[in-house]
């Protein structure tokens, strides 16, 4: 079965330093999510993308933050100078469509340490 | 915000009982959809229930969906050890994202 990959599965910087975390979308779907959980704290969205833009972006998802579809697989989310109040789970997300019927399916989670 | 909010906090039953968790959302939305996530790992999708559908079943889980009382409740009959995990609701309305509750913690004794 198809399904959301993310690289690493566990990223420790230290405070300042730009990070990358990685996704793999499944590959017939249009839409792509990041989301993060604070450790014991709810899932939060940052940022939908669809046709290479951001179609919808949160408070938290600030000029520190960007994402990118380099090629015809990967979806990525930097994090230009991080902080320590970034650390979380980074979930990635994709589904074929938007709207009443579309699921979003989640990766495994990129668990972001930052010292 | 639609924020939808589970109930409850955390459940505690024995393998081979129902587990019942409950969800309640501010406003109105387009479906209603419940993930698991075990301890700290990714979050998998398990059933998605459109604003017009009032019942769901999936395999050994029962979604329900109230729009009257903005709520939903999941069911997971003859709950097995491997079902320990927390479990959230995420609602959409219109094209807006996912907007997550904060979870229940079943722990299933075997």
């Known amino acids: 079965e198809p399904e959301v990959t993310q690289t690493p599965s566990h990223q420790v910087t230290q405070m300042g330093q730009e990070v990358i975390l990685r996704c793999v979308p499944i590959?017939?779907?249009?839409?792509f999510y990041w989301y993060r959980q604070i450790l014991g704290q709810k899932v939060e969205f940052l940022v939908s993308?669809?046709?290479?833009?951001?179609?919808?972006k949160s408070e938290i998802f600030d000029d520190q933050f960007s994402v990118e579809r380099p090629d015809g697989s990967n979806f990525t989310l930097k994090i230009r100078s991080t902080k320590l109040e970034d650390s979380a789970m980074y979930f990635c997300?994709?589904?074929?469509?938007?709207?009443?019927?579309?699921?979003?399916?989640f990766g495994p989670g990129t668990r972001l340490t930052v010292t | 915000s639609q924020q939808g909010e589970e109930d409850p906090q955390a459940l505690s039953i024995q393998e081979g009982e129902n587990a019942t968790m409950n969800c309640s959302y501010k406003?109105?939305?387009?479906?209603l959809q419940w993930y698991r996530q075990n301890s700290g790992r990714g979050l998998v999708h398990l059933i998605l229930?459109?604003?017009?559908?009032r019942e769901k079943h999936s395999g050994r889980l029962r979604v329900t969906l109230d729009t009257s009382k903005k709520s939903s409740s999941l069911l997971i009959t003859a709950s097995r050890a491997a079902d320990t995990a927390s479990y959230f609701c995420?609602?959409?309305?219109?094209?807006?994202?996912?907007?997550f509750g904060k979870g229940t913690r079943l722990s299933v004794i075997a």
């Open positions: 993308f669809y046709n290479n833009e951001i179609s919808e």
């Open positions: 406003t109105s939305i387009n479906n």
């Open positions: 995420a609602t959409v309305a219109g094209n807006t994202p996912l907007v």
């Open positions: 229930i459109r604003s017009n559908e």
């Open positions: 997300a994709s589904s074929e469509g938007r709207g009443v019927t579309y699921e979003q399916y």
């Open positions: 590959s017939n779907h249009l839409y």
